[in-house]
């Protein structure tokens, strides 16, 4: 069984710019489509994942702010079928990252992965038992569609807090924040207690 594709949009049924089709769209190259992918592939499935950024990784490619690690144990974001020995309990983001670039390419399923289509819209065919997905560079068709793409970490939610109107510093969501950004002779305030800024708290404060 051939493991993986030259090329996820020639391979398949269509020429670019026209429409695709395969067996299943995977909507996202982060940690889930990743697994998805798999194991569709393992049975023998045609799939492509649609992945609108410029590289796959999705949280771990998007969140650069300092100290972004996970807040468990390493085991718990590997892939069973791509077990790896840590060389300690908590990887940082940049750990994660090579992790799952290893794996796409180890498994073949970067060969799979279009990168920079945007889903625009997807409907479904009740007659055909068809998907239909729109992206800013084409059309795909499918029997299923997988939604891969996250909680919406390119979109941050900015609450809106009494005052900040008059604020005259800057406020910045840490998903917008980059890990060379330093505040020399700054304040900086962290809003919130939970996994993000327990983890960049010891970072920020040491620059």
């Known amino acids: 069984m051939e493991m993986g594709m030259k090329n996820p949009i020639m391979d398949l049924d269509g020429t670019p710019g026209d429409c695709t089709t395969t067996d299943v769209v995977i909507v996202g190259a982060g940690i889930s489509g990743i697994a ?18 410029d590289d796959i990784g999705g949280t771990w490619l998007r969140n650069t702010w300092h100290g972004a690690r996970v807040d468990s144990e390493v085991v718990r974001y590997a892939f069973s079928f791509k077990l790896e020995i840590p060389l300690k309990e908590l990887w940082d983001r940049r750990e994660v990252f090579d992790y799952l670039k290893r794996t796409v390419r180890d498994t073949g399923i970067d060969r799979h992965i279009a990168l920079r289509p945007r889903v625009c819209r997807a409907s479904f065919d009740t007659s ?28 941050p939610h900015m609450p809106q807090f ?35 800024a327990i983890s960049s708290a010891p970072s920020t404060a040491s620059i």
């Open 36 to 53: 998805a992918a798999y194991y569709l592939q393992v049975q023998g499935i045609r799939y492509v994942i649609l992945e609108a950024d």
């Open 128 to 155: 055909s038992n068809t998907w239909t997905v729109e992206t800013n560079q084409g059309t795909y068709e499918a029997q299923f569609l997988v939604n891969c793409n996250g909680f919406g970490a390119n979109v």
């Open 162 to 196: 009494r005052g900040t109107q008059a604020f005259r510093g800057e406020i910045i969501h840490s998903c917008r924040l980059d890990d060379a950004r330093r505040f020399d002779n700054q304040h900086v305030v962290i809003v919130g207690s939970g996994a993000t």
